[in-house]
């Protein structure tokens, strides 16, 4: 993507993204090639280059700014002074300060909390059983594998205001597909690396709350 970056021979590359993925046609919304086309484009890849050998997207989060949100708004119905709520509020403040990106204390300090929260999405958002986030419904449900956040991956005002910024890999392992496929499918199972599984675990709304004076 950057016109300026060094050229590499093609064949020497072990590693194969795919960065996005779309119906073009209003008459295919709703049928989805994607496990077919991502399998397919990764089998003639490897073929016609050898040494490829992780295949991985980096792909949007899109729902993510607008369930942190939900979450500070919502109630749980006992008190209105919830730390965990005072907590979200604080950040999302924060992300509205202008320029954040680019400021290295306020980055650095939202980079932590953010990325628990953001994997706590993911893997714990849900509706009707499902992922809350359309982008991981789609790759899940094609037999990837939920695999690491890419912290300020899309720093456009889209990427800020959809996702603060962040972007997600899906692998997708061909040996692997079918399984997590199944599993997905009859058991609504998130199959994610452990990295992202210990990301969720510390996050705030998996913590109990801070005691404060």
């Given at each position: 993507l950057d016109p300026d970056?060094?050229?590499?021979?093609?064949h020497d590359a072990d590693c194969a993204m795919f960065y996005s993925i779309t119906n073009c046609q209003e008459g295919l919304r709703g049928?989805?090639?994607?496990?077919?086309?991502?399998?397919?484009?990764?089998e003639?890849?490897?073929?016609?280059?050898?040494?490829?050998?992780t295949f991985a997207t980096l792909s949007p989060i899109p729902g993510f700014r607008a369930w942190l949100s939900a979450e500070a708004d919502r109630k749980d119905g006992h008190s209105d002074r919830d730390p965990h709520r005072d907590q979200l509020v604080n950040l999302l403040a924060m992300l509205d300060l202008p320029d954040w990106t680019t400021d290295k204390g306020i980055?650095?300090?939202?980079?932590?909390?953010?990325?628990?929260?953001?994997a706590h999405y993911l893997l714990h958002a849900k509706s009707r059983d499902q992922p809350l986030d359309p982008v991981a419904r789609f790759h899940l449900g094609n037999g990837a594998r939920l695999e690491r956040?890419?912290?300020?991956?899309?720093?456009?005002?889209?990427g800020l205001r959809r996702s603060a910024g962040m972007m997600v890999n899906y692998v997708y392992d061909l040996s692997d597909l079918e399984r997590n496929h199944e599993a997905?499918?009859?058991?609504?199972?998130?199959?994610?690396?452990?990295?992202?599984?210990?990301?969720?675990?510390?996050?705030?709304?998996?913590?109990p709350p801070e005691k404060t004076a």
């Amino acid at each position: 993507l950057d016109p300026d970056a060094p050229v590499f021979d093609v064949h020497d590359a072990d590693c194969a993204m795919f960065y996005s993925i779309t119906n073009c046609q209003e008459g295919l919304r709703g049928v989805s090639f994607g496990n077919l086309l991502i399998k397919q484009v990764a089998e003639d890849l490897g073929r016609e280059f050898p040494r490829l050998k992780t295949f991985a997207t980096l792909s949007p989060i899109p729902g993510f700014r607008a369930w942190l949100s939900a979450e500070a708004d919502r109630k749980d119905g006992h008190s209105d002074r919830d730390p965990h709520r005072d907590q979200l509020v604080n950040l999302l403040a924060m992300l509205d300060l202008p320029d954040w990106t680019t400021d290295k204390g306020i980055s650095a300090g939202l980079q932590r909390e953010l990325s628990r929260l953001c994997a706590h999405y993911l893997l714990h958002a849900k509706s009707r059983d499902q992922p809350l986030d359309p982008v991981a419904r789609f790759h899940l449900g094609n037999g990837a594998r939920l695999e690491r956040l890419n912290w300020l991956g899309d720093t456009s005002l889209s990427g800020l205001r959809r996702s603060a910024g962040m972007m997600v890999n899906y692998v997708y392992d061909l040996s692997d597909l079918e399984r997590n496929h199944e599993a997905y499918a009859r058991d609504n199972r998130i199959i994610a690396s452990r990295r992202l599984e210990l990301l969720a675990r510390e996050s705030l709304l998996q913590r109990p709350p801070e005691k404060t004076a």
